[in-house]
């Protein structure tokens, strides 16, 4: 099992940055592949960012590309998502997941993923 706690929502001005942490517990973090989803009210979950484990590789959604960066702290046991001009079209609950990963391998499919978080809130105001 891999628990997940994500942090560092809140509310901020369009143009604005955060950034959100996910820490991992339980199995070995190093193992695991990470990404990052959001859900806006009203919209279906959708794919924002995935890390492979061992951080070489990274994809993103095109609606985040250059504003956007994924990282992890293999040491920390953390991923984190550094997200900078900010819109409120943005504005979603964000959750970190993960999957065992034996590839190096990155994915933006949801259904890929066994562990999730329970979410941290984004809000930007215009």
Known sequence: ???????????????????????????????????WFRQAPGKDREFVAAISWSGRATYYADSVKGRFTISRDNAKNTVYLQMNSLKPEDTAVYYCAAHLDLYDRVTSYSQDYDYWGQGTQVTVSS
């Not at 509310?11 to 950034?19: D, I, K, P």
């Not at 991992?24 to 990404?35: L, N, P, V």
């Open 1 to 35: 099992q891999v628990q997940l706690v994500e942090s560092g929502g809140g509310l901020v001005q369009a143009g604005g940055s955060l950034r959100l942490s996910c820490a991992a517990s339980g199995r070995t973090f190093s193992s695991y592949a990470m990404g």
